[in-house]
């Protein structure tokens, strides 16, 4: 009887790939870093971004309702090629906290210079940003679609085992 590990690897529906990456820069009430924010999440990505703005209000930290408070762009096409471009910036190394239970896995850039392609813009000055990754596998429509909506399986889920073995498949360590 073949291994299990085997097995998954020769099915394309455990086969985990990405569903899609987030940038984020929360900047808090300061419009002029939303603006360069904004700014550099259009250098990152071919989409335009979008503001993020508070719920809630907290009298304490001055927030209120409908207050822009940061902002943050969603990739779903071409991110293997942005995220290791955004990876090398990291020095090719994750830690096992980066990443949840449910797969998916999380990591920030101090600093934008450190990515490949982007220079130092005066006007920027140094940000950083946040990236979030969501990993699937062939199969999780079902419980996204409107008719019939139903579970995805136990044992079809994404792990933190295997998220942390797709990432090494990319070639970044991850230490403990």
């Known amino acids: 009887m073949a291994d299990k590990t085997t097995q998954n690897v020769q099915n394309p529906m455990k086969r985990v790939h990405i569903e899609k990456m987030t940038l984020n820069i929360g900047v808090g009430k300061d419009e002029s870093m939303l603006k360069k924010g904004l700014l550099l999440l259009q250098k990152l990505s071919p989409l335009t971004p979008v ?24 990739v779903r096409k071409n991110t293997e090629e942005l995220l290791k471009r ?40 140094i940000m950083g940003l946040e990236v979030a990754v969501t990993l699937k596998r062939s199969g999780y429509r079902v419980k996204q679609r409107r008719l019939h909506t139903s579970n995805v399986g136990k044992s079809h889920c994404v792990t933190k085992d295997d998220a942390i073995t797709f990432v090494r498949s990319v070639g970044v360590e991850v230490t403990e």
């Open 86 to 125: 955004l990876l090398v910036a990291k020095m090719n190394t994750l830690s096992t906290k980066n990443f949840d239970n449910n797969g998916n896995f999380s990591f920030g850039i101090p600093e934008y210079i450190d990515i490949q392609g982007l220079e130092y813009d005066p006007d920027l000055k």
């Open 51 to 74: 503001k993020t703005v508070t719920k809630k209000r907290i009298p304490g930290w001055g927030l209120r309702p409908g207050l822009a408070i940061g902002c943050k762009v969603t």
